[in-house]
């Protein structure tokens, strides 16, 4: 089956500090994997993906196939940054079909 | 502006009702999506199109019907409406059906009285 996982469905930090968002996955194939963020009562947008291996905003995201993980990671959060994060994954399987994780709230406390 | 649009943004009507929530996009794209968000948040697919073509169904009762008139539209008409349909609904677009970058509009906040 294909699925996404945030386990993280709040996640608080202090300006400046390291923030992790945990996504895990679980597809039969090689999947492609997204960032989105949501920042309050506004679109979707597209953070990052893991193919074009950016940084964005300061944030990263490395796949790690092993561990089947999309984890986004930025060294130092700023208030800006409180957003809701979704993890998606994507492939050939299921018609294409999107599959997009719980999403988690970020908090980013002055 | 090269986008995503839906309207209308706010949409507040009786149980029972019918009514449509329109999607474009100018972007060219293959693609288009609906998606359902709920009040905790979660997001869900509930359509997708591929020139013009149903791809994706997700289990969601046939009040609700998708209709592509072109590759650009992508419009939702929902019948009969229930108070577990308040949400907002989501379009979305990507260049092809696999691999690709959703682009989303602005939402529909539906309110179900």
């Known amino acids: 089956a294909q699925r996404v996982t945030q386990p993280e469905k709040l996640l608080s930090v202090f300006k400046g500090a390291p923030v992790e968002l945990k996504c895990n996955y679980s597809?039969?194939?090689?999947?492609?994997l997204f960032w989105y963020v949501q920042y309050s009562r506004q679109r979707l947008q597209l953070l990052l993906r893991?193919?074009s291996r950016e940084s964005i905003k300061g944030f990263t995201a490395d796949l790690n196939k092993g561990e089947t993980s999309f984890h986004l990671k930025k060294p130092f959060a700023q208030e800006e940054d409180s957003a809701m994060y979704y993890c998606?994954?994507?492939?050939?399987?299921?018609?294409?079909?999107?599959?997009f994780g719980d999403g988690t709230t970020l908090t980013v406390k002055p | 502006d090269t986008a995503v649009s839906q309207t209308p943004k706010y949409l507040v009507t009786q149980m029972g009702n019918d009514k449509s929530i329109k999607c474009e996009q100018n972007?060219?794209?293959?693609?288009m999506y609906w998606y359902k968000q709920d009040s905790k948040k979660f997001l869900k697919i509930m359509f997708s199109?591929?020139?013009?073509?149903?791809?994706i169904n997700e289990t969601v009762p046939n009040r609700f019907s998708p209709k592509s008139p072109d590759k650009a539209h992508l419009n939702l008409h929902i019948n009969s409406l229930e108070l577990g349909d308040s949400a907002v609904y989501f379009c979305?677009?990507?260049?092809?059906?696999?691999?690709?970058?959703?682009?989303f509009g602005p939402g529909t906040r539906l309110t179900v009285l």
């Open positions: 998606a994954l994507s492939g050939q399987a299921n018609a294409g079909k999107s599959t």
């Open positions: 597809y039969s194939g090689s999947p492609e």
């Open positions: 979305a677009s990507s260049l092809q059906l696999t691999y690709n970058e959703q682009f």
């Open positions: 972007l060219g794209h293959d693609t």
């Open positions: 199109y591929n020139n013009k073509e149903l791809i």
């Open positions: 893991h193919i």
